[in-house]
């Protein structure tokens, strides 16, 4: 049976497709993340700036980074769904790449942290001083690590496969962040980077179990194939909950680097942040576990969603605590 191809007429409408081409609502936690990193450094101990004030030259390079961020995601969403284009064919045939609306088809150099003020002084500064923008190329390329076969392609190989989404949607958007204010030479910002990985490394799993049939016959090895629907819903359960824990714990501990706890925020609003963030995780992995086949039922089943949300709100309640 020959594939309908469906043809879009008009300006407005074709760029309406175009912003749903780049999956918009999966673009809103790298911008957050990357606002609550730069933020959260702003807060932290390791500031630079002894004036601690919100200037011109940091708004502009945290409104630099995070267009960056979003943009960088919206690529990455392209490129997945280019390489994709088979088994989006049988997983979703009503996106824009296999329906056939849509034919396959940084700056962040500037950004320098204080006492850098100028552009010509930023673009000049020695390279070790440029941390921004190899993080942002270390994003750049896992997503070809994950996506495309010369790459690699990790989306084939399970665990791997979340590892290369976890590295840099979850643990170096928060880094990217912090360095357009501070330095990321230092164990805070990994701490919070690792924080947001792990939780990635087993949430990320929610979307692959309805994408089970066109996985398995293109060789993607999730983990839901892999394991089955029961055993990877109970081996990604705990990922929901125990790495927000590690938000209280980071208050407890002492920074082995220098003075003072690891995270260095207000410790109240922290320690109910991650309690609060875990109860959440707690209440979705139960959705997940009471019945996991209905992730096999549902494109966009609720712990997908609530992935989401509690990535946003964790970034917020980051920045909350930092600036409180």
């Not at 280019?82 to 088809?105: C, M, T, V």
């Not at 924080?195 to 979307?207: M, N, Q, R, V």
């Not at 209905?294 to 992935?307: D, F, G, I, K, V």
Request: aromatic letters at 12%.
């Amino acid at each position: 049976m020959e594939r309908a191809i469906v043809r879009v007429r008009g300006f407005a409408a074709r760029a309406r497709l175009y912003f749903a081409f780049t999956r918009p609502f999966t673009l809103l936690p790298p911008t957050f993340g990357v606002l609550s990193g730069a933020l959260t450094a702003f807060g932290s101990a390791h500031n630079p700036d002894p004036s601690r004030r919100l200037s011109l030259a940091v708004l502009q390079a945290i409104v630099l980074g995070s267009i960056c961020a979003a943009l960088l995601n919206a690529a990455s969403n392209v490129i997945n769904q280019y390489h994709d284009l088979e088994i989006d064919r049988r997983n979703k045939p009503q996106r824009p790449l296999p329906s056939g609306a849509i034919s396959p088809l940084a700056p962040t150099w500037l950004i320098v942290i204080y006492p850098r003020q100028s552009w010509i002084d930023k673009a000049t500064a020695p390279l070790a001083e440029h941390q921004c923008f190899f993080i942002y190329l270390a994003g750049m390329l896992m997503t070809f690590v994950y996506s495309d076969p010369a790459w690699g392609r990790t989306k084939r190989f399970g665990l791997w496969a979340n590892l290369t989404i976890a590295i840099p949607r979850g643990c170096l958007l928060k880094v990217a962040g912090w360095s357009m204010v501070a330095s990321v030479f230092g164990l805070e910002p990994w701490y919070i980077g690792a924080i947001f990985l792990l939780f990635l490394l087993g949430a990320t799993t929610s979307k692959d179990f309805s994408d089970m049939e066109g996985d398995a016959a293109h060789g993607c090895r999730t983990l839901p194939i892999t394991h089955g629907v029961e055993k990877a819903a109970r081996l990604i359960a705990p990922f929901f909950v125990l790495p927000w824990l590690l938000i209280p714990l980071g208050v407890l501990l002492p920074d082995p680097f220098g003075g003072g706890p690891i995270l260095t925020g207000r410790p109240g609003p922290l320690v109910v942040l991650g309690l609060l963030l875990a109860a959440w995780g707690a209440w979705t992995a139960r959705l997940i576990l009471r019945d996991p086949w209905s992730l096999a039922r549902s494109e966009n089943h609720p712990s997908w969603t609530h992935m989401y949300l509690m990535m946003m709100f964790a970034q917020v309640g980051f920045a909350v605590a930092y600036l409180a």
